[in-house]
């Protein structure tokens, strides 16, 4: 089984223009992001894919694997897709998961990435999964750059929403709220059938890509982390990602 890792990452993000090559302790939150998966045994490879030549340039100094993407994709599973397609025909090799990895989540962890793929190499019957985690405090619950995540008893999800669910009008100590982790593992042919499909309703409101496998009628199996990450979407976060990568364990390794 062949199974590769794709950050999909553009220098003109709406919220935090140029982040990709913000620096975290001298290093681009690009490279935190490429070394940390390149960790991960279970990839058998990992790619950066962008339409920027600024980061596609510093990839190949740091001797990554870079991707030149269309500067038209709108969605990282459309650079994503284009990716895949771009690596088949160059390695002659068929691809059988492809985990969607972020340019803005430079915690991420080995293990992390080996949860998430597990319920696809484990089950034929699933095809695409997510990780998500806790969210510890109120104020990380109404952020609406956070995506949120309810789910059901079988760790499969029923919605995610920029809004904070479900509601804690009862008591926000006994609620059970979750974000969404974005390491997004596909079977490789499903990633290209969901590119096929029509945006929808609800992926539209919430602008949140998930909800239109769910509004599809298909559905997403939910891999619990205790592991801490935070995504960049501004300034600020980039500021709470430096003091929790202070004493981060990995940073010595690349």
Known sequence: MRIIG?????????RFPNKPMKKIYNIPMIGHCYFRSKMCKDLDEVYVATCDKIIYDYIESICGNAIMTSDKHERASDRTAEA??????KSKQKV????????DEPMITPKMISDAIYPLIKSDDIFI???YANIDTIDEF???????????????????????IPSVKKGFSKVPMYKQVCIIPFKRDFLIDYNEMN?????IIESVDMLRII???LKIKMVYTNQKS????????????VHHMKDDDLIEHY
């Open 142 to 164: 109404n952020d609406p750059d956070e995506v949120k995540v309810v789910v059901d008893k079988n760790n499969y999800a029923i919605y995610f929403s920029r809004e904070p």
């Open 215 to 217: 509004e599809n009628g």
């Open 199 to 203: 945006q929808t309703p609800l992926e």
């Open 96 to 103: 059988d998961i492809v985990v969607m990895l972020q340019g």
């Open 129 to 131: 999964s997510n990780l």
């Open 84 to 89: 895949l397609v771009k690596i088949e025909n």
């Open 230 to 241: 935070f995504s960049v979407d501004n300034l600020n976060d980039l500021k709470k990602v």
């Open 6 to 14: 794709v950050i999909p990452a553009r220098m003109a993000s709406t």
